[in-house]
Structure formats: structure tokens, C-alpha cells
């Protein structure tokens, strides 16, 4: 794409599916977006254990409601931006004014530092409840590749995120 603004060709070009999808940014959202999933999905799915002698259940990050909904909702949050992002690149070609490519372009930018600032404390925080978390809690194991998958994605998408903010259109 020669001769574009902020990384795009020519703005009222076609669309083009193809080159949409070969483009670093966009394959590192959409990682992006599949890490959000599987850490939110790992957590909603197998993040909350019940004992016979409790009538609730309880997080698997060290009984501690906190983590299971920080993960969940930095998750969920992370997936729907990325779609929204997706949406602007597809979209990203049609803009013919330089400040507004520019505007998108900046906002991508923060967005993801801001996203990889947020992946990397829930990164920490699910690690650290992960840690002290009690093996009497969880007797038969439980959840525990959920977990431990969860903490993992939430790790990688660190670098997903942040790899974003030096590949932006």
C-alpha cells in the first residue's frame, strides 16, 4: 500500500479481505481477541469450585471473588474491544482524512498500552492468588488446568497487546 496515511492505502480504495487479514496488526488482534476468550471462557467455565459444605461457590483463585471477576471482566472487555478494533480496520481504508486515520491510529496505540497495563496486573493478581491458594480448597483438583490456562493467556496477552502498540496501522 503505497503511499497511504498511517499505514493504509489510498483512502477510498476496495476492500479487501486479504490483505485485511495479512496484515501483522490485525492477526495480533485477533489473537488477541482468541486469548481473551480463553482466559474469560477457562474462568466462567471452571473458575468456581462448591463444596458439599458450602451452599456457594467459591473462586478457585484462593477463595477470592476479586480475581475471578477481574479475570472475567478483563477478559470480556478485552474481546469486545478487539472486535471493535477489528471493525476499524475493516473500516480503516474508507477514512480519507488524515486526522482522523491519525485519531484511530493514536487510539489503537493507547488502547493497547492500556490493555497490556491491564493483562499484565491481571496477570499478577491471578498469579499471585493462584499461589497462596490452599490445597484443602480444592482436594480432588478441580478446575485447576482452567486456572492455570487462564493465567497463562493472561500472560501472553501481555505481549499480544503490546506487540499491537508498535504494529499499529
Not at 479487501?16 to 495479512?22: A, H, N
Not at 488502547?111 to 497462596?132: D, H, I, K, R, T
Not at 478441580?142 to 499499529?168: C, K, L, P
Request: aromatic share 16%.
Amino acid at each position: 500500500m503505497e503511499g497511504g496515511a498511517y499505514g493504509a492505502g489510498k483512502a477510498g480504495g476496495a476492500f479487501d479481505p486479504y490483505t485485511l487479514v495479512r496484515q501483522p496488526h490485525t492477526i495480533l488482534r485477533v489473537v488477541s481477541w482468541l486469548f481473551s476468550i480463553v482466559v474469560f471462557g477457562s474462568i466462567v467455565n471452571e473458575g468456581y469450585l462448591n463444596s458439599a459444605s458450602e451452599e456457594e461457590e467459591f473462586c478457585i483463585y484462593n477463595r477470592n471473588p476479586n480475581a475471578c471477576s477481574y479475570g472475567v471482566t478483563v477478559g470480556v472487555l478485552a474481546f469486545l474491544t478487539c472486535l471493535l478494533y477489528l471493525a476499524l480496520d475493516v473500516y480503516f481504508p474508507q477514512i480519507s482524512s488524515v486526522k482522523d486515520r491519525k485519531k484511530a491510529v493514536l487510539s489503537d496505540i493507547g488502547v493497547s498500552a492500556f490493555w497490556a497495563f491491564l493483562w499484565f496486573v491481571g496477570f499478577c493478581f491471578l498469579a499471585n492468588q493462584w499461589q497462596v491458594s490452599k490445597p484443602k480448597d480444592n482436594p480432588l483438583n478441580e478446575g485447576t488446568d482452567a486456572a492455570r490456562a487462564a493465567i497463562a493467556f493472561s500472560f501472553f496477552s501481555i505481549f499480544t497487546w503490546r506487540s499491537r502498540v508498535t504494529s499499529a496501522p
